[in-house]
C-alpha cells in the first residue's frame, strides 16, 4: 500500500506540479547546454531541466522566461529533431509587434536588450509581426541554431507547459533559473 501511494504522489506530482526535460539540440545554447555530438552543442552533456506545470494557470507568462511547450503542428513540420515538447525564450506577448532590423530585435518600436543571445548576434532581418491575442512569440537564445516562431509562428496559451525554474543535471551546472 505504501509503495502504491508513493508511485501514485510521484505521477500526480509529475502530471500536474513539475516534469523534468532534457534539453536535445543547441537552440538554447549558451543558457541551457545540449551533448555534443549535435552540432552547435557546447558541452558533454546535455541539461535536465523542471518546468513548473501550473504557474500559468495562476500568473501570466512574462517576457524573458524560458518556457516548456507542446510543440505546434507546423513546428513539427518544419523543425528536425524529436517532436513533442519545445524549450524557447517567451519574446513576445499578446499585441505585441515585433521585428529585427539590422541585428537587433524591437518590441513595440523599442529595443530589446538581450544579453542572454549566443554571441550577441540575434539573425536577420524579420517581420515585422504582431502576436495574435493569446499567442506567445518564442526564440531560442542561439538565434542561428533555432527553429522557432519565426518559422512556425506564435504558440497557442494552451500549449504552454510552463517556465523552466532549475537545472537539475548535470551536477556542475545545478541551480534555478
Known amino acids: 500500500m505504501t509503495i502504491a501511494v508513493a508511485v501514485a504522489a510521484v505521477l500526480a506530482i509529475k502530471a500536474w506540479v513539475v516534469n523534468p526535460y532534457r534539453i536535445p539540440s543547441s537552440s538554447m545554447e549558451p543558457t541551457l547546454h545540449c551533448a555534443v555530438p549535435e552540432p552547435g552543442c557546447e558541452a558533454g552533456a546535455s541539461d535536465r531541466v523542471l518546468a513548473n506545470r501550473f504557474a500559468y494557470r495562476f500568473t501570466d507568462p512574462e517576457r ?93 496559451r494552451e500549449n504552454l507547459i510552463g517556465p523552466v525554474f532549475a537545472r537539475y543535471w548535470p551536477i556542475q551546472r545545478i541551480g534555478f533559473q
Request: glycine share 14%; charged share 25%; aromatic share 10%.
Open 64 to 156: 524573458g522566461d524560458i518556457v516548456v511547450f507542446e510543440t505546434p503542428r507546423e513546428a513539427s513540420e518544419l523543425c528536425p529533431g524529436p517532436g513533442g515538447v519545445f524549450v524557447k525564450r517567451l519574446i513576445g506577448l499578446p499585441g505585441d509587434t515585433l521585428e529585427i532590423r539590422d541585428g537587433q530585435l524591437y518590441v513595440n518600436d523599442q529595443p530589446l536588450d538581450e544579453p542572454y543571445v549566443n554571441g550577441g548576434e540575434i539573425g536577420d532581418n524579420f517581420g515585422p509581426v504582431t502576436v495574435p491575442e493569446d499567442e506567445y512569440f518564442m526564440m531560442g537564445d542561439n538565434r542561428y541554431q533555432s527553429c522557432d516562431s519565426r518559422e512556425w509562428g506564435a504558440v497557442p
